[in-house]
């Protein structure tokens, strides 16, 4: 029994030092290590091989997985085979060792790399977080209640975050020079691998591309609003597409509707300056335009009451002139009401002239007849006294 143990380990620990034998191994028909009658079968000896090479692996397997070699093993264990059935049945526990071994490395290393991966989830969200707050982190503590896998995953994760921004704010100024100077967007490589830097790329280019389409809209839109305030025929330049031609017809109409309006407000002030309708020159040829400058100027019903008012000023003593303060900035209503108001004054001297003048013949006759009385009386005394 010693000796046939002794046999048993030296064949465990050869078999566990050699590499794996395939699991599809099996013994030759010829072998005789069964202690058979040559009656037996390949078929009888390939199904011993496979049930003694799969009780092996089982028992390897479960032993891999938990790292101990032999930790299923007893003293029994051997003692009811020969020599060869406890050679293939250490062929399977061999092969199922380093199968259950490989299978808890696996595990671990997924382990680990799912902690890595949470933790540098976590920590690139936070490096995100302070870069934008400007409040980054040149040392970062590790967190007690997590494993070191976790934490060395935080560190990377917030590093990768603050070299991301760093460069993201580097993309988005090249982007925005781009797009100010091309109509497509090209995206270097070393921008293009990250989704943050392309992102940020991106957004500089559109940025850029916004402000030159709003520049080149305003500047459209100028053209049309000289083209349609001057009366011109509708134009749109050919390079205005899209919605620069829209902007450009929106400027015209502008034009227009300025135009009139202005127009009008002309017809408006000449009422001031003449008492009856008379049409522009320049208009003459322009019905739409004339027919503004028309109501503009039948619409004043200010030129009365202003006369009125410019005139009883002028005619009052010690009034200075004083244009409602509507009419202040209106350089033909305050032209007429001063006309009005120099009338209202030469009325006033003329009245006034009357009336000193009827003042004065009054007074005279008065000095007259008193001087006739004093003259009198003083007669009549020297008589009474003679």
């Not at 390949?42 to 011993?48: F, G, R």
């Not at 977080?129 to 995953?153: M, R, V």
Request: glycine share 6%; hydrophobic share 30%; net charge negative.
């Amino acid at each position: 029994m010693k000796k046939k143990l002794a046999v048993i380990s030296t064949a465990c620990l050869f078999i566990l030092a050699s590499d794996p034998i395939p699991s599809n191994a099996t013994p030759d028909s010829s072998s005789d290590v069964l202690d058979q009658s040559t009656s037996v079968t390949t078929e009888d000896v390939k199904a011993i091989f496979d049930s003694l090479y799969q009780e092996g692996y089982s028992l390897g397997e479960e032993d891999g997985y938990a790292e101990k070699k032999f930790e299923q093993f007893d003293q029994t264990t051997g003692l009811d085979k020969s020599s060869e059935e406890f050679t293939w049945f250490m062929m399977g526990y061999t092969v199922g060792y380093k199968k259950g071994q490989q299978q808890k490395e696996e595990e671990l290393k997924t382990e680990q790399e799912n902690e890595m991966a949470a933790g540098e989830e976590e920590g690139y969200q936070q490096g995100v977080l302070d870069y934008k707050h400007a409040t980054i982190q040149s040392e970062i503590d590790p967190f007690p209640s997590k494993s070191s896998d976790w934490n060395k995953g935080y560190v990377q994760g917030y590093k990768k975050a603050i070299s991301l921004m760093d460069l993201s704010v580097k993309a988005k100024k090249e982007g925005y020079d781009q797009g100010l100077e091309n109509d497509s967007m090209s995206v270097p490589s070393m921008y293009d691998d990250e989704d943050v830097t392309r992102q940020a790329f991106t957004e500089g280019f559109e940025t850029a591309q916004a402000e030159v389409l709003k520049q080149q809209k305003k500047q459209f839109e100028k053209q049309g609003y000289v083209q349609g305030y001057h009366d011109l025929s509708l134009e749109v330049p050919a390079e205005a597409e899209g919605e620069l031609q829209t902007a450009f017809e929106q400027g015209y109409e502008k034009g227009q509707k300025q135009k009139q309006k202005d127009v009008k407000a002309d017809g408006y002030d000449s009422a001031f300056t003449y008492q009856t309708y008379r049409a522009p020159k320049n208009l003459q040829d322009k019905p739409e335009l004339e027919k503004w400058y028309k109501a503009g100027f039948y619409s004043n019903k200010d030129v009365k009451p202003l006369q009125q008012k410019a005139y009883k000023d002028g005619w009052k003593l010690g009034k200075e002139m004083s244009v409602p303060k509507k009419h202040k900035q209106n350089k033909a209503a305050v032209a007429m009401y001063k006309k009005y108001f120099e009338q209202g004054q030469k009325k006033q001297d003329k009245t006034v002239s009357h009336i000193l003048l009827g003042s004065g013949i009054v007074l005279t006759l008065a000095v007259l007849i008193t001087l006739w009385r004093l003259r009198r009386r003083k007669n009549e005394e020297t008589t009474l006294d003679s």
